[in-house]
């Protein structure tokens, strides 16, 4: 009789995991381990590339001494190698005297040489190549010269000119943020924006609450505005005044000035309560609901949808769901730096894999949700010489506190994940890729984003590590519809945010109609018109020419169809911590 086997324990498993997750930043150890043993196997499996890394080693060390020797004779020379484009950290005057010149010249080797390392390495599945990559220059980060006092010239310079006092302001510095973050404060202390006050302060009345959102309808200030309504549904991961920041910067406040009736959803920040909010809640208390408040507000009126990031994927789902069900209540959809093909969805995919998500649903399991700093973790790690390294050496080895703007208020506001929500798109849309492959299924049937033929407006950003540009455009490849896309300067937030007379922008776009036949994305970035300054008088032009001719502005709700106001604008859930 074979032997019964154990009891599986799975409170045991998670509380393991839990504790785990403390230590590593909530990464998954095993699909750590798993992508090492899979590159160093393969590595120690192939003798010529090993020898290939042997014969750069020791070829770039005789150039690097040779270089030194010069160098410290004297002798203008150029550099062995340049940083990447990107790279800031040695742009500094103080970079280019000796001794520091050598020092981040060989840094830069030694980083070449690790990258020579981990990739191209016969055998290494792709998963575990890019993950193995990106964890070494992780570690490297970590000894850059520029993050150590005695290695960094500015800082040297500074401490001698202060005689100290730089340090002693970053230790102070250092200490507040230990105490803050032991009490579970995001950031430094800041009452520079409060919302409601300074940021998301355009005016307008919440007309609708539900255990998931409350839906904004902002107060109109031109005499006529276009028939057709705009709804923004933005990303559950942030607040939504993001698009809301300061009057000067304000989508929703720039919008309403240009005649159109806007409504907004303001996603409530899950409790541990709300553990089991999943997708179809999502969808159905979020965008849905949002959409039948739209259309009770304006009655007899289609509705110019726009979501943001993973809100526009949302939107998407809800658009293919109305088009295979004959709801044709939707005038016009615009995605901004929104994903429906998540096969190339970037650095982020880095920390997306069943080891990892089980891992994940583990660590969420016990308080019902992602916590809001594991979130915020994981995109730092993504920009880690801009958003920690270059913080840390500027507050605690300089001692300059940074000083706050709206976006960076607004980015340290984050937010919660449920935990079904959470790990179902993870598991749907990152791993399983369902939504491109029409098995996503809404109502207990599989919609196609091939069902969308309304007109489309997508927004990608240069450099975007959180919805790479080209990952954005492969809509095109599902979508039967006219389709403009625009490409614009900046990141995931500074691209999206890029109000009228914002200096240095400039945008590509070109109009895809809906018979012309698909072009990649290099060559779209070739072809495509380039325009300086920012994309958003495009689509509020685009907007206008679909969005009927001006009329009087709509009631501020809808009283006679139970839509009364409930509380001046930006509401209640905007505020929950």
Not at 38 to 54: C, I, R
Not at 270 to 279: F, K, T, Y
């Amino acid at each position: 009789m074979a032997a019964s086997r154990p009891a599986h324990k799975p409170g045991l498993d998670r509380a393991l995991h839990a504790a785990q997750a403390r230590a590593t930043g909530g990464l998954s150890p095993i699909a750590l381990a798993m992508a090492y043993l899979d590159w160093v196997g393969h590595l120690l499996n192939s003798p010529g590339k090993l020898a290939e890394l042997g014969e750069n080693a020791v070829v770039k060390g005789m150039e690097y001494a040779a270089w030194c020797t010069r160098r410290a004779a004297g002798e203008p020379v150029g550099n062995l190698i340049e940083p990447l484009a990107q790279d800031r950290r040695f742009g500094a005057r103080g970079w280019d005297e000796w001794p520091y010149h050598a020092l981040w010249q060989g840094f830069l080797l030694a980083e070449q040489w690790w990258h020579y390392a981990t990739t191209e390495v016969p055998g290494v599945t792709l998963h575990h190549h890019d993950l193995v990559s990106f964890a070494a220059r992780q570690w490297l980060d970590v000894f850059s010269p520029s993050n150590f006092a005695w290695t960094n010239p500015e800082v040297a310079a500074a401490t001698v000119r202060e005689r100290g006092a730089n340090l002693a302001r970053g230790a102070r510095f250092l200490a507040e943020d230990v105490q803050r973050s032991l009490g579970g404060a995001a950031g430094p202390p800041d009452d520079a924006f409060v919302v409601g006050r300074d940021v998301a302060v355009t005016p307008g009345k919440v007309v609708y609450r539900n255990r998931l959102i409350e839906v904004l309808q902002y107060t109109p200030t031109t005499a006529t505005v276009h028939r057709q309504p705009v709804l923004i549904v933005p990303a559950w991961i942030m607040k939504y005044y993001i698009l809301d920041l300061s009057p000067g910067n304000s989508l929703v406040r720039w919008l309403v000035e240009q005649g159109h009736t806007v409504f907004m959803i303001s996603w409530k920040n899950p409790q541990p309560e709300d553990r089991e909010l999943g997708m179809d809640d999502y969808l159905a208390d979020g965008v849905m609901a949002a959409l039948d408040v739209v259309t009770r507000v304006v009655p007899g009126e289609r509705v110019h949808a726009t979501g943001y990031c993973l809100g526009g994927t949302l939107l998407a789902i809800a658009a293919a769901a109305m088009a295979r069900d004959g709801d044709d209540r939707l005038a016009s959809m615009s995605l901004f730096a929104s994903q429906v093909d998540f096969t190339e969805a970037g650095e982020l995919k880095l920390f997306i894999d069943e080891s990892q998500v089980s891992f994940l649903e583990d660590v969420m399991w016990d308080r019902g949700y992602l916590a809001a700093d594991e979130m915020a973790g994981a995109f730092r790690l993504l920009r880690s010489n801009d958003l920690v390294w270059s913080r840390l050496v500027s507050e605690y080895l300089l001692g300059e506190r940074a000083h706050p703007n709206d976006l960076m208020a607004w980015n340290l506001d984050a937010t919660r994940m449920p935990y079904r929500m959470h790990a179902e798109y993870l598991r749907s849309l990152y791993l399983r890729n369902d939504l491109a492959g029409g098995r996503y299924r809404v109502g207990g049937r599989p919609v196609a984003i091939s069902d969308i033929h309304v007109p489309v407006f997508m927004v990608g950003t240069e450099t975007d590590h959180v919805a790479p540009w080209r990952s954005v455009y492969k809509a095109h490849m599902l979508m039967d519809t006219e389709i403009t896309f625009v490409l614009t300067s900046g990141g995931h937030n500074a691209g999206i945010v890029s109000e009228p007379g914002h200096p240095r922008r400039h945008y590509r776009i070109m109009h895809r109609r809906d018979e012309d036949l698909l072009i990649a994305a290099d060559e779209w970035l070739d072809k495509a018109t380039r325009r300086e300054g920012s994309w958003w008088p495009a689509w509020s032009e685009w907007l206008a020419a679909r969005g009927g001719e001006r009329v009087a502005p709509p009631s501020m709700g809808a009283p006679e169809r139970g839509l009364s106001p409930l509380a001046d604008a930006p509401g209640d859930h905007v505020r929950m911590r």
